[in-house]
């Protein structure tokens, strides 16, 4: 029973590139939120989404960052254009449903911006 | 908007005392509040969680008690010891709701001294 996998563990961009970070919800589960923690800080909300459908993006930056969950295969959270700030721990968690409230995390993206 | 404050933000105890950890929330909306622990490079893990219709919960050595009122929720942690140390968060969200994003407060360094 695998749990939430995310794909790459580390990724290194310099400035200006494509980060395109995967997740794979628990099996079952056809909710995804994804969440970014800064250096020595917590966790802050970013995006959830459902299976074609994106439910609340309002922690999401407008420009560069975008996020899909697509009917067949992962999540994918990608940021266009990467600044130094993009530099973080980026974690996706899933659900079973929405009135499921244990949210799964996955073990993180540690992007790193050059 | 919706806020979650934690504290304190670093916490130091020997082994055997107990720790408490205390959390505010703005939302009265909010229904459910999990608590997760975070090892240095690791995924958030749910140790413990409650829904807003129970007062208090227990698991072992780990309680975590709400008060709807003052909008209060502490997590207790009895008789710790080393590999409890970890950065704990505190979180808040409204489940059933528009959205099911956590709020997470701040995060606090337990350290638990041998």
């Known amino acids: 029973n695998a749990g939430v996998m995310q794909n790459p563990r580390h990724l290194v961009r310099r400035r200006g590139q494509e980060a395109r970070l995967r997740c794979s919800p628990m099996k079952g589960h056809s909710h995804v939120y994804w969440y970014r923690q800064l250096p020595e800080e917590g966790l802050k909300f970013m995006v959830y989404?459902?299976?074609?459908?994106?439910?609340?993006e309002s922690g999401m930056p407008k420009e560069r960052f975008s996020a899909e969950f697509p009917k067949e295969g992962p999540s994918i959270l990608r940021i266009q254009q990467v600044v130094r700030g993009d530099s973080a721990a980026y974690f996706c968690a899933s659900s079973g449903t929405s009135l499921e409230s244990t949210q799964y995390f996955g073990p993180g993206t540690r992007l790193t911006v050059l | 908007g919706e806020n979650v404050e934690q504290h304190p933000s670093t916490l130091s105890v020997q082994e055997g005392d107990s720790a408490v950890i205390k959390c505010t929330y703005s939302?009265?909306?909010?229904?459910?509040f999990p608590w997760y622990k975070q090892e240095l490079g690791k995924r958030p893990q749910l140790i413990i969680d409650i829904r807003s219709n129970v007062g208090e919960k227990k698991d072992q050595r780990i309680a975590v008690t709400l008060n709807k009122t003052a909008k209060h929720f502490s997590l207790h942690i009895t008789e710790t010891q080393p590999e409890d140390s970890a950065v704990y968060f505190c979180a808040a969200s409204i489940i059933g709701g528009a959205t099911n994003k956590l709020i997470f407060g701040t995060g606090t360094l337990l350290a638990v001294q041998p």
């Open positions: 989404l459902q299976k074609e459908n994106i439910i609340d």
């Open positions: 939302d009265s909306a909010s229904n459910y």
